[in-house]
Nanobody
């Protein structure tokens, strides 16, 4: 059983930064950040293949967002810089056997970027 607890969302002005955290308990193969804006489909933001350490990013966040992990704390992070209003969404941490399908989800954390 895997449990995920996200934190770090909030309200920020455009151009600002936020860091999201996801505490992961249990064995993982792939951990990802996804987001869903109101009225839109869920979007892949970033993900890591745990055993390889390879990190992938969605096109809309490349160069602005950085995913990292701290094995000692069982935590993955999403550092979000140069935030734009279009980054406003609920951000979810998810775990799966790969980065295409996810079995476990966190509760989500709201990120709101004002213009």
């Amino acid at each position: 059983q895997v449990q995920l607890v996200e934190s770090g969302g909030g309200l920020v002005q455009g151009g600002g930064s936020l860091r999201l955290s996801c505490l992961v308990s249990g064995h993982t193969y792939a951990v990802a950040w996804l987001r869903q804006a109101s009225g839109k489909e869920r979007e892949f933001v970033a993900g890591i293949l745990w055993n390889y350490g390879t990190i992938y990013y969605g096109d809309s966040v490349k160069g602005r967002f950085t995913m990292s992990r701290d094995d000692a704390k069982n935590t993955v992070y999403l550092q979000m810089n140069s935030l734009k209003p279009e980054d406003t969404a609920i951000y979810y941490c998810a775990v799966g056997h790969n980065l295409d399908e996810y079995e476990y989800w966190g509760q989500g954390t709201q990120v709101t970027v004002s213009s």
